[in-house]
């Protein structure tokens, strides 16, 4: 009897085990599974770590090279997607308008929005630009693309959790970060659910600063 309850909590255990690799791969860009996507969101990367810190040179969709210290000076909204991706990046972009487009007229202009792609392969200029006019993304918005070690190094830095996937594709998390002047993160906020009020808040006063 003791050695079939040990087999059965062992069973039990593999079980577990199995179910939680399962969410981890089904947190897919196009999974339509809120709640998986969610459980591997990260905790949020808040603090004095300024991604301008980082020195690589990025291509933007208008085939310009800048460094990501070029931002300086105006609050950022941030995230990281590929624009090959079907439900979870949309999603993750029309928040950030959404975001953008409740702040007052002369804060809003001081605000950019900043999409930088995990699909240096695919997300050329040239595709960058199409799926600016796709989203309507105005002049104030900058979409960029970097060789793959620049993409990790900025993933470290925010705290996104990424994977490549056979086909192309991308497991990632959806959170957007609201940087400073300086290009510290000062808030993160779930890109697929939750109010946009509080970093609606937080633009306005980094913007009166």
Not at 125 to 133: D, V
Not at 166 to 173: D, E, L, M, R, V
């Amino acid at each position: 009897m003791k050695t079939n309850r040990i087999l059965l909590g062992l069973a039990t255990l593999t079980l577990l085990s199995c179910h939680k690799s399962a969410v981890i791969k089904s947190t897919l860009c196009c999974a339509r599974d809120r709640a998986a996507i969610t459980a591997t969101t990260p905790s949020p990367a808040v603090g004095n770590n300024s991604v301008y810190q980082l020195t690589g040179s990025w291509t933007d969709q208008h085939e310009k090279q800048l460094t990501l210290s070029k931002l300086q000076g105006h609050p950022q909204i941030v995230a990281m997607i590929f624009t090959h991706c079907a439900f979870v990046c949309p999603r993750v972009v029309e928040k950030m308008k959404a975001i953008r487009d409740s702040l007052p007229a002369a804060v809003r202009n001081q605000v950019g929005g900043v999409l930088v792609s995990f699909d240096p392969d695919r997300d050329t200029p040239a595709q960058l630009r199409s799926y600016a006019t796709q989203r309507q993304l105005d002049d104030h918005w900058e979409l960029l693309k970097g060789n793959s070690d620049q993409v990790r190094e900025l993933s470290m830095v925010l705290n996104v959790k990424y994977q490549k996937l056979s086909g192309g594709s991308f497991s990632h998390t959806g959170n957007i970060y609201i940087l400073d002047g300086n290009g510290n993160i000062v808030q993160s906020v779930d890109g697929l659910g939750g109010s946009i009020g509080s970093a609606v808040s937080t633009l306005n006063r980094l913007a009166s600063r």
